[in-house]
């Protein structure tokens, strides 16, 4: 369990994990839209609904692969495929950078949802974030929360997780009035890491929904994890300029008293109400995360033959918290074949953060692979850092659909950013930053089929908080300015065949670990590259997710020209590809059988460029079998990941190594009663 918080410590850089990157997951199918959405015609980011497509009620209705409506990043239940994930948009976190978005409204998100309440998320980047207000340079995670059919259905399911890791959960989708909808649910997983370290923790959550009038819908939901007992995976640092040698995985060596415990907890409320051509749109939402108990595992200045020095971090009352929301008005009117709309947002964020204090152990030399348990050291703690942001911004916008031709959108943004620091033993110190952003777009849709567009886009975005084994750890880094110039196409030249390619350049200051081990910028960051999607329905039963990502990630300032720093960004990948196929034969269509493919190229692992991870690829097999008990639909899932059990590391941030997941089975069996 990572927190947003501490993303930067323990999250791999490059690597995959789930979209909303946190805990594991279990979770939705079309229902009709919202029913607060106003009809709308066709746009060229094809995205009339965020939540269109994710929010099914049937539980054993779920496939991620059916449900994709892009190669960019899908998440549905537990189950998450694409190039992109909250952690990784472009080389880039939208989680750290705080760009994410609850069924369309602005969230600062400090702790993961509970799948209670979570339908799923999507990745909003290019051409299908065009039809966000105000949107963001590093992409836009987007939240579906869960909804409920005609009929109430109560879904069980059952099963075990990565290496062999039992979970059980039981959800409700109950329409209680013609009016009055009601999610609610509960569950108890445990969690296995790819080192045999595990955790458990209970989720539970619900979220309500009230139409007290056409047009209007107001929706509340309460959403928490308590984890304990998490061990933590150790990260390896060498030496040198080289990898740590191939170790046994499933293996747990580090210490199992540096664990975390706490929770996750995410509430709020949304209101959305529609009178002609007027549409109004707010949310208010709190999002709390806690490390009650916190422990760390390093082996630094490992050597070849495998001797470190074992070190842990530990601390205790860690606390990220926030509070957060955006009113947001729109106004529409039509002109002959032109649609124009009017918009204006108000958004505050309200952030406080309690951290550090940490106390630091040497536990003398060791061997990485190698379980060597030892008694927990008396520690005294230290007393905590104090961060505190304040964010208030508001926009105003334009956009106009000319029917038959193309569409623009303008945005501008006036924002006053503040930031307090008190550290013990210190003066407070602080910053502010009032700076005026602004966004463009325009699409050309003169060609039936066709979308061409290019956007330009420029933000005030965090940079998360400092790696745990910095001189500043756990400290939150300040805002920085962004900014985004894109172009690209959407054709389909048919119903079953959607391709979406795009150029992109995004820049950003770069952090990293410094030689006086404090995590500061270094220099500056530019991504420049292409993004591939092609989603299509070749044959009956058959469909195909398949998306490219070719980058080119380069560092510049006077660290690189001086040498103290290469031009090729730690952990950032330049080739990604993603293919998954998901095969329903028409004959036997109880049975689908699913294959999933990620490639990624060589990525740096040191700053000054003298080490390289090589290029690998994962390949992911798996089925569903559907039946009936009596009458009851149910899903058996199967599925090997890493099937040739491919073994290699990820690089954290500070230049840390960790091991990917070896080969592992995962069978579940879901029940909607």
Do not use: C
């Not at 705080?98 to 990745?123: C, H, K, M, W």
């Not at 820049?507 to 990293?512: A, K, Q, V, W």
Request: aromatic content about 10%.
């Amino acid at each position: 369990m990572i927190p947003l918080a501490l993303v930067s410590a323990l999250v791999i850089a490059g690597s995959a994990p789930a979209a909303d990157a946190k805990l594991p997951s279990p979770s939705p199918a079309p229902p009709e839209a919202p029913p607060v959405e106003p009809a709308q015609a066709e746009t060229a980011s094809g995205q009339p609904s965020p939540t269109q497509g994710l929010a099914l009620v049937n539980r054993s209705e779920e496939n991620v692969i059916t449900q994709a409506a892009d190669a960019f990043g899908t998440s549905v239940g537990d189950e998450t495929i694409g190039l992109y994930n909250g952690g990784n948009v472009r080389g880039f976190s939208a989680f750290a950078a705080q760009n994410v978005r609850i069924e369309g409204l602005y969230f600062d998100s400090q702790g993961a949802f509970s799948d209670a309440v979570r339908a799923g998320s999507t990745i909003q980047v290019g051409i299908s974030a065009l039809g966000y207000p105000f949107p963001a340079p590093t992409g836009i995670v987007d939240f579906a929360l869960r909804r409920v059919g005609e009929k109430p259905v109560v879904s069980a399911r059952t099963g075990f997780g990565d290496f062999f890791a039992p979970f059980a959960s039981l959800d409700a989708a109950l329409p209680l009035t013609g009016s009055l909808d009601l999610n609610i649910g509960a569950a108890v997983e445990e969690f296995a890491y790819p080192d045999a370290a595990d955790f458990w923790f209970v989720r539970y959550g619900g979220v309500v929904r009230w139409r007290p009038a056409k047009g209007v819908e107001l929706t509340g939901f309460y959403s928490r994890y308590d984890y304990f007992d998490e061990e933590q995976t150790p990260v390896i640092f060498t030496a040198g300029a080289f990898l740590p040698r191939r170790i046994a995985r499933n293996r747990f060596y580090g210490q199992d008293w540096a664990d975390w415990a706490g929770h996750s907890q995410n509430f709020g409320g949304i209101a959305k109400a529609t009178r002609g051509p007027w549409r109004v749109s707010a949310g208010l939402f709190s999002s709390r995360f806690t490390i009650d108990r916190f422990g760390a595992n390093f082996f630094a200045g490992t050597q070849p033959d495998d001797r470190a020095e074992r070190q842990v971090l530990l601390g205790r009352d860690q606390v990220s918290q926030s509070w957060s929301g955006e009113l947001l008005v729109e106004r529409e009117f039509a002109d002959g074949p032109r649609r124009h709309r009017l918009l204006a947002s108000g958004r505050y964020r309200r952030v406080d953060d309690d951290l550090g204090g940490f106390a630091f152990r040497s536990l003398g030399p060791g061997a990485i692979g190698i379980a060597d348990p030892l008694p927990e050291p008396e520690v005294a703690f230290g007393a905590l850092t104090r961060d505190e942001i304040r964010q208030e911004t508001g926009a105003l916008g334009y956009a106009m659909l000319w029917q038959g031709l193309g569409e623009i959108n303008l945005g501008v943004q006036q924002t006053r950013y503040r930031k307090a620091v008190r550290a013990p033993g210190r003066p407070p110190t602080g910053t502010e930053d009032t700076p005026l952003l602004w966004n463009a777009s325009a699409a050309l849709t003169a060609i039936e089929g066709l979308a061409i567009y290019a956007a330009t886009t420029r933000g005030l975005e965090e940079s998360g908080t400092a790696p745990a084994f910095a001189a500043n750890a756990n400290l939150t880094l300040p805002a920085l300015r962004t900014r985004q110039v894109e172009a690209g196409l959407r054709w389909s030249p048919t119903r079953n065949v959607k391709l979406i390619a795009g150029l992109f350049d995004v820049r950003r200051p770069y952090f990293e670990l410094a030689n006086d081990n404090v995590f500061r910028v270094l220099g500056d960051v530019k991504h420049r590259g292409a993004e591939i999607s092609l989603t299509a329905r070749p044959a009956a039963g058959l469909n195909m997710v398949a998306g490219a990502v070719l980058m080119r990630p380069r560092v510049t300032g006077e660290a690189v020209e001086q040498g103290r720093l290469g031009e090729r960004p730690l952990g950032r990948v330049g080739t990604t590809l993603d293919l998954r196929f998901d095969y329903q034969p028409p004959a036997f269509d109880a049975l689908s059988v699913d294959l999933g493919i990620n490639y990624t190229g060589a990525r740096a692992a040191r700053i000054d460029n003298t080490l390289f991870i090589p290029n690998r690829a994962i390949i992911d097999l798996g089925t569903r079998y559907r039946f009936k008990l009596g009458r009851t639909p149910a899903v058996l899932r199967a599925q090997i990941a890493n099937i040739t059990n491919t073994f290699g590391w990820n690089v954290t941030g500070g230049g840390g190594f960790q091991f990917i997941p070896s080969r592992r089975l995962n069978l579940s069996l879901t029940a909607d009663f």
